[in-house]
């Protein structure tokens, strides 16, 4: 089986268990003749990936309890991975969403990681610095560099712990390594979409099988 999670730029396709990251038109040429399922949150992307034969858009097979409309068929595939817990996706933005016994609770949407940074830089040419990972959010930081990295971090993990309650929390997402060392017990899982992708397919065939009977 293989499965395309196609985002804004950047295609990352999952194939037993190994993850490789791409434009879209580099997945359309190497896989073009593969059966594959993919999700897309990018209209530019529609014609290009809906003209090659063999694959198939998951989107009308992704339902989660208590989706709002329009919300981003990324986000309801991460929110399948599993039945509870609070799901983050840290990429070009960070999302941020809440599912208790398998029903969508509410979200948010933050800027990513690299965001921050290019509204530090935008500020002034001081505050272009690059961010430290790990800078301790227990303590004020004494230098610029520690600032910026303070202000960044520190909204974001309050946040999210905020919002988590005695939930579980998953992590996904380039900048989710990034986070995890600010939210303890937070589990960081490359493959959180593709997972919730499996579980849909799998709702799917044991829906199609109890009709049959």
Not at 17 to 34: F, K, L, N, S, W
Not at 155 to 183: C, F, M, N, Q, W
Request: aromatic residues 6%.
């Amino acid at each position: 089986m293989i499965l395309i999670d196609v985002g804004n730029t950047r295609a990352h396709v999952w194939q037993d268990g190994v993850i490789e990251h791409m434009t879209p038109d580099e997945a359309v040429r190497r896989y073009h003749a593969r059966h594959a399922m993919y999700i897309n949150v990018n209209p530019h992307h529609a014609d290009l990936l809906s003209a090659v034969a063999g694959w198939e858009d998951l989107a009308p097979r992704l339902h989660l309890a208590g989706q709002y409309d329009g919300m981003g068929i990324d986000r309801r595939a991460l929110c399948l991975a599993h039945p509870e817990g609070i799901f983050v996706d840290a990429g070009s933005a960070i999302t941020v969403d809440r599912v208790e016994k398998g029903a969508y609770q509410g979200g948010f949407i933050l800027p990513g990681l690299h965001a921050w940074h290019r509204m530090y830089a935008a500020i002034s040419p001081v505050l272009d610095r690059e961010l430290d990972p790990d800078i301790d959010l227990d303590s004020l930081p004494r230098s610029t560099r520690g600032s910026v990295s303070f202000g960044t971090l520190a909204p974001i993990v309050a946040v999210i712990e905020r919002s988590r309650g005695d939930l579980p929390l998953y992590l996904t997402g380039g900048d989710g390594p990034v986070l995890a060392k600010h939210l303890p017990d937070a589990v960081y899982d490359e493959e959180l979409v593709f997972r919730g992708m499996m579980n849909a397919l799998r709702s799917n065939e044991e829906v199609e099988i109890r009709n049959e009977e």
